[in-house]
């Protein structure tokens, strides 16, 4: 065994390429080191004392790389006390220092013969001071740090298994005041062996937070922390001032504020670049860029937004981030629907919005003179800006919907429309604006109503009164009719007077009985509205008038008596001559109204054909005969009774050629279908309205012969839905509808009743305007497929017809109203056929059981509710064509009204309705629901088949229709949606049946 106790330490230098680490060691960054023994390729230089104490020794790695190491082992003298001290260390900037010692120490143990005298422990100490004092060594100056104990110490075993137990403590010292210090290592009697000191000091070291970059900061001695402000990286700005604390630790603590990248910059690892080409930040933000929105460009790095493409623009207040937009392309399917001097203007939304929702309307009123209208683009119009007073509704500009309605337009006149679709960006493109132009011609307008009425004699049995002209008469007034009836009697019967000038005279009134009257002035345009109600009484039994002076009485009587002498006198001679001569003239025919009473002799009012001995007479009078020469037949559209009908052109000497419509009579005719064939054009010519088919003439001197009128680019209204199903917005059917209206308003007070009013007979323009056409008499009736033969003889079109027309011939105006209810009901049904395949005699039986066609698919309930009052049994209760023509005009002004639909879903869409009950029956049974059924063509139909639950029944198809007999395709698919409509009303639990 070796006794010698410091050969106990020669063997460490073997080993110490075990505990140092090969490589370089990477301190953590938030130590700064001071001195590291290791470090030192030379040697240390430190001081021992006493010389024999301390040892330095060196030693090289397995790198070969050479390191220091001071060793002492006095272990077997009594009395230690070496010192080993550093080199001076400046202290820099550091308060608080580290040292970190590794050191191995001998057991003592494991040492034989040093019982009493072997240490296990040994010194740190430090000594503060501003210089280097050289070799100078005072122990006195040094202060103590700690004693150092091993951990784990080692044995000799160790040394021979080449195991080393390697210790490392770390001390901290400090405040340091001064610029350095010594440390030094104290051994009283140990066997240790120092094999790296290290000396540090902690910083918190320099870092980028929230873009913000904080310096090395030396933490503070104590235990406060440091306030450090951060500084913004390049191409940013603060938002809140950046700020961290330093710890004691060299740790940053609690960041605050932060900064934020420039526009054009965004951040990445953390630093503040530019956007790449294509992309774009237009805010200071740590956002990335943005791709360029669609249409939108940047050539450039850095870019704040992306300019638009050619042709496309940003409007003011638009985001960097919206995509680059253009003007909207042209409103389409314009279409105007003329009523005197307004027309209502309905469009399509433009195919193109631009790619911008702020899309709006505005349209430019231009009166135009030369070239064709009505429709047309006419060719060289001059065009002026409209009048100031020209009036829109809503507005001309700004309109968010897709229709406006133009007043107060000059009568006769040609009006161009340029409806123009504009966006955020039209403003900034004036050369791509597009817009949709309609020509029109105005009718004329029909007058203002009299609003001064005044009284000017009042006798028992009569009274004077006089009028003055309407404020605006918008034309040449040809007559005013004055309507007067018992105030009790409340309009049930009441006479019709007209007079050319502004006075009238009522005779064979009561004595002492109050009247109320109407006045409204007529000119060519037809009727103006009528004048508010105007009440008179006549005077009693015992009065006369102006009791006061009996002169003046004496002369009314001797006037009277006067008066009635020439009109006896002036009745024999006109009576005389009226016998005489048996064509009458319109003028002077009696009319009797609906209700009985007789209209007096007037101006224009329809005149019956037949009345005329000599037909063709009639149709001279009322058609004018053209040159076969100017019409140019195309080609056969359709068949009539008497012939084709076919297109063609009309070319009147220096008029525009026009396109028209042929009907043709064909060869072989008898006398009679000559009449009645030519007793159309007759009744036709008689009528002058933009909803009554216009005729422009007759060939009767050639053959073959023709009657020729206006061309209907569309065709008959029926077959024209029914091609375009679903396609029209609510608005155009009510302007359709009010087209009808409007005809059948003028032709019930010229005193015609057309008695086939269906919409097979309504003809449709191109600009969609609806005409009523077919004209006759009992011909149109023959004529008409539709037409049945009833009990009492003559054909009738049943599904059309009022009840008591059908029942007893009694065709009115309230009959044609009916009329117009079951066309409202085909329009809105987009063509379906009324009452589906019931038989006609079905028909009859429901409708005078009192059930009614259900409302059509999506049909607003103020339509529906129209229907339901044309359709009342009592005629008086049907509305008038008056009526009706406002009732449309309100919803026109009103679309959003045409919203609110008739419920369909929650009922059969295919029953008919009982009238008599609630306007909606409720379905809350499937009794109800069964019941409902009775007036189907399927009606006993379902009794075969059993069901138990509206489960079974809802799941009904058009298959199991079939089978219990209903083959007619509507119904079918009705009664399926109506049995699932109904699953879903009662799916909480089975109906009882
Ligand atoms: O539905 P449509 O094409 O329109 O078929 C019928 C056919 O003739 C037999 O009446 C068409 N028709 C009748 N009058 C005119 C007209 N004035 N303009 C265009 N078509 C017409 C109708």
Redesign the pocket.
């Known amino acids: 065994m070796d006794c010698n106790p410091r050969s106990l330490l020669f063997i460490l230098p073997l080993l110490l390429s075990c505990v140092i680490p090969a490589f370089p060691v990477i301190y953590p960054p938030n130590e700064v080191n001071l001195l590291d023994s290791k470090a030192s390729q030379g040697e240390l230089g430190w001081i021992s004392y006493p010389s024999h104490g301390w040892e330095e020794i060196s030693g090289v790695d397995e790198h070969y790389t050479p390191i220091r190491t001071f060793q002492v082992c006095n272990v077997m003298e009594y009395s230690q006390n070496n010192w080993l001290r550093t080199n001076w260390i400046p202290r820099q900037s550091a308060q608080k220092i580290y040292v970190e010692l590794k050191f191995t120490l001998r057991d003592c143990n494991s040492i034989p013969l040093v019982l009493g005298t072997c240490k296990e422990t040994f010194n740190l100490l430090y000594q503060d001071t501003d210089d280097d004092q050289g070799s100078h060594f005072r122990e006195h100056l040094f202060t103590k740090i700690d004693t150092i104990a091993a951990d784990e110490s080692f044995t000799q075993m160790d040394l021979g298994d080449r195991i080393l137990k390697l210790n490392t403590e770390v001390r901290e010292v400090g405040p340091m005041t001064k610029k350095g210090f010594y440390l030094a290592f104290q051994d009283v009697g140990a066997c240790v062996a120092l094999v790296s000191v290290r000396v540090y000091f902690k910083k918190c070291p320099y870092i980028v937070r929230n873009l913000a970059s904080f310096p090395d900061t030396i933490p503070m001695d104590s235990q406060s922390l440091v306030e450090v402000k951060g500084q913004c990286v390049n191409h940013s700005k603060e938002e809140e001032p950046p700020r961290m604390y330093c710890s004691t630790e060299g740790e940053w603590l609690v960041p605050i504020g932060k900064c934020l990248c420039n526009p054009g910059y965004e951040e990445r690892s953390n630093t503040c670049q530019m956007c790449r080409a294509g992309f774009y930040k237009s805010t200071l933000g740590n956002m990335e860029c943005s791709k360029c929105p669609p249409h939108s460009v940047s050539h450039h790095e850095g870019s704040l937004h992306c300019g638009c493409e050619k042709n496309y623009f940003r409007a003011e207040g638009d985001p960097a981030s919206m995509a680059c937009t253009r003007p909207p392309s042209a409103p389409r399917n314009v279409i105007s629907s003329i009523n005197e001097t307004s027309v209502i203007l309905d469009w399509s939304w433009p195919e193109d919005a631009g790619g911008r929702r702020d899309v709006t309307f505005t349209v430019l009123c231009k009166r135009c003179r030369g070239g064709a209208a009505n429709g047309s683009n006419g060719g060289n119009l001059r065009c002026e800006p409209c009048r100031s007073n020209v009036h829109f509704l809503p507005r001309a500009t700004g309109l968010h919907n897709t229709t406006v309605t133009v007043g107060d337009l000059l009568a006769h006149t040609n009006y161009t429309f340029e409806i123009e679709a504009l966006n955020g960006v039209s403003s900034l493109a004036p050369k791509m604006r597009q817009y949709a132009a309609v020509t029109i011609t105005t009718n004329q307008a029909a007058p203002s109503p009299v609003t001064v009425i005044r009284k000017e004699k009042t006798s028992r049995n009569s009274v004077s009164l006089s009028w003055q002209q309407p404020e605006r008469p918008n034309g040449i007034i040809l007559d005013y009719e004055i309507k007067y009836y018992e105030k009790e009697e409340q309009e049930t019967s009441y006479t019709i007077l007209r007079a050319r000038g502004c006075n009238v005279t009522l005779n064979g009134l009561k004595p002492n009985t109050a009247y109320l009257l109407q006045i409204r002035a007529r000119t060519a345009a037809g009727y103006g509205a009528t004048s508010p109600s105007f009440q008179f009484e006549t005077s009693p039994d015992s009065f006369s008038i102006s009791s006061e002076n009996s002169q003046v009485v004496l002369i009314a009587i001797s006037s009277a008596v006067a008066i009635i002498l020439l009109t006896v006198l002036l009745y024999v001679l006109i009576g005389r001559f009226c016998c005489h001569s048996k064509s009458k003239h319109p003028d002077e025919k009696r009319l009797h109204f609906g209700n009985g009473h007789l209209r007096l002799p007037g101006i224009r009012t329809y005149v019956d054909p037949h009345t005329y001995e000599d037909p063709s007479q009639a149709v001279h009078e009322f058609a004018k005969e053209l040159d076969a020469s100017c019409i140019a037949i195309d080609k056969v ?4 009774e008497f012939g084709e ?1 076919c ?1 063609g052109r009309l070319k009147l000497p220096s008029k525009k050629e026009i396109c ?2 042929i ?1 043709t009579l064909k060869g072989g005719y008898t006398d009679k279908q000559r009449r009645d064939f030519l007793a159309e054009a007759s009744i036709m010519g008689q009528f002058d309205h933009p909803n009554i ?1 216009r005729l422009e003439g007759v060939v009767t001197r050639s053959k073959p012969v023709m009657i020729v ?8 209204l ?3 839905l029914r091609k375009h199903d679903a396609q029209f917005t609510g608005i155009q059917l009510v302007g359709m509808l009010r087209g009808i209206a409007s005809g059948m308003k003028y032709l019930s007070d010229m005193g015609y009743v057309h008695r086939d009013l269906a919409a ?1 007979n309504i ?1 449709v ?1 191109s600009n969609l305007v609806c005409k009523v ?2 004209f006759g008499l009992s011909r149109v009736l023959e004529d008409d497929p539709e037409a049945a033969y009833t009990t009492r003889g003559g054909k009738i079109p049943i599904r059309w017809t009022a009840p008591e027309a059908i029942a007893y011939r009694k065709f009115t105006s309230a009959s044609d109203a009916w009329s117009y209810g079951i066309v409202l009901w085909e329009v809105m049904s987009y063509g379906e056929r009324p009452y589906w395949e019931m038989s006609n005699q079905d028909v009859i039986k429901a409708v005078d059981e009192g059930y009614r066609l259900p409302p059509p698919m999506d049909c607003p309930a103020t339509l529906y509710q129209l229907m339901l009052d044309c359709w009342q049994k009592e005629r008086n209760n049907r509305p008038k064509f008056e009526q009706i023509v406002s009732i449309l005009d309100k919803l026109i002004r009103n679309p959003g009204s045409l919203k609110i639909t008739a419920n369909t879903t929650s009922r059969p869409a295919n029953l008919l309705l009982d009238r008599s009950s609630s306007e909606v029956p409720s379905m809350g049974t499937l009794g109800d629901w069964m019941d409902g059924m009775r007036t189907l063509p399927c009606k006993e139909a379902f009794s075969g088949v059993s069901y138990s639950s509206c489960d079974t029944l809802a799941k009904t198809s058009t298959e199991d229709l079939k089978k219990v007999g209903v083959t007619i395709v509507g119904p079918q698919k009705k009664i399926v949606s109506s049995l699932k409509a109904l699953d879903s009303h009662t799916k909480n639990g089975p109906v009882p049946v």
């Open positions: 559209v359709g068949a009539g009908v297109s028209v419509a009907k088919i009128t206006e061309y209907m680019e569309n065709g008959s029926d077959s024209f097979r003809l323009n056409s077919d």
